[in-house]
């Protein structure tokens, strides 16, 4: 099938980064008292904001924190751990430069700018990508597709014209409520959470095969 352009989620395709997401959260639950009776099962979180999580923790638990102050909280300390850590998938950075040499590439993630600018800068990734889109430039984060919507008009692609890469359920539902084909690959979740989508993989070079790289 053809196409001219391809979309990437960034947390858990390109950094191993849910694992590191949790931890942060842990962290804070634990500073705040918590410890591990905060009642979030993070799982159901994967592809949605952090916003999504902080506000159901905030009707469980009443913090003296606002949203906005608990949002900053977590970002600079993930922040801080993804420094350290740079936890890429083996894999994902040599995909990226295959496909950028042949399409336009996007990156839509439901993180906000500040992260998805530490984790570009790392490997030098920006100029990679001809679009960055976050989910504080839309309306609604994932399972909407407005991320994905906003990346293809900033490369000034149609949605059934780009490939979606992404490792959660959430953003499967996202791709495919947009009219883009997705690729679920499994390091978030079992290929039975992304059966929905068009293809699901368990490794980079399988995706490079369906979309046929070449060289």
């Keep these: 099938m ?5 979309i990437f989620d960034m947390d858990g395709v390109i950094l191993d980064s849910e694992p590191v997401h949790e931890r942060a959260f842990r962290d804070i639950f634990r500073e705040m008292g918590c410890g591990e009776n905060h009642g979030i099962n993070f799982p159901a979180y994967y592809g949605r904001s952090d916003g ?5 923790f905030i009707a ?6 606002s949203l906005e102050e608990l949002i900053a909280w977590k970002q600079r300390h993930l922040i801080d751990l993804v420094r350290k850590e740079q ?27 500040p992260v998805i600018d530490a984790v570009l800068t790392l490997r030098h990734l920006q100029p990679y990508f001809k ?16 991320v994905f919507l906003r990346a293809a008009e900033v490369l000034g692609q149609r949605p059934a014209d780009c490939w979606v890469i992404e490792d959660s359920a959430a953003g499967v539902e996202a791709a495919l409520a947009g009219g883009f084909r997705v690729i679920g690959i499994t390091n978030s979740l079992p290929a039975a959470k992304l059966a929905r989508a068009t293809h699901v993989v ?14």
Excluded at 52 to 56: E, G, K, P
Excluded at 60 to 65: K, M
Excluded at 202 to 214: D, F, V, W
């Design 2 to 6: 053809s196409y001219k352009a391809v």
């Design 52 to 56: 999504a999580l902080w506000q159901d």
């Design 60 to 65: 469980l638990h009443h913090p003296s924190q």
């Design 87 to 113: 936890p890429f998938f083996e894999g994902a950075l040599e995909l990226i430069r295959k496909l950028a040499v042949h399409y336009p590439l996007a990156l839509a993630s439901g993180s906000m700018h």
């Design 131 to 146: 679009a960055v889109v976050s989910v504080q430039d839309v309306a609604k984060g994932k399972p909407s597709p407005d």
């Design 202 to 215: 368990s490794s980079y070079k399988e995706i490079e095969r369906i979309l046929e790289i070449q060289g």
